[in-house]
């Protein structure tokens, strides 16, 4: 079973700055850990950033045709803006796990509103870059099981 993490704009500059709010750990750390810990829960994990709506739009289109399951998605600012995200995964209809590293309801009032939280199965903010591999492991048991909550 594939799982897709898909991260929005500005991501690929984890570590690099604002550690206080973001943590020390590069994308490319968090993405081998969730590749390493899918492996170890059986399923496998691919990985997609942009910074470009579209080509996230394109991404998430491309996921109908090729055996992903489900989303694990941080979408940067697009949280707070995108219709055509949230579109697009209406669109591909697979279950989503929203994460946010930092949390976002103790941060600017534009952050407490998220398009996409409506039709996400989960939203994780806060736990840093943990939130990643606990939305994969509530994945996991999602794909084997049928929700315990509609
Ligand atoms: O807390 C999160 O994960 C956010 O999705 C991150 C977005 C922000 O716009 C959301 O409100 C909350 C920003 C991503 C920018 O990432 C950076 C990482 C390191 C250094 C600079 C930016």
Redo the contacts with the bound molecule.
Sequence with gaps: MSILVLNG???N??????PQI?GADTLADVERRLVDEGRALGLQVSCFQSNHEGALIDRIHAARLDGTRAFIV????L??TSVALRDAFAGVALPLVE????N?HK?EAF?HHSYISGIAEGVI?GLGVMGYSAALRFLAARLSAPPAVA
């Design positions: 704009p500005n991501l500059l984890l570590g690099t700055r604002e973001y941080n979408p940067g600012g949280t707070h994460v946010h590293i930092s976002v941060r952050r903010a």
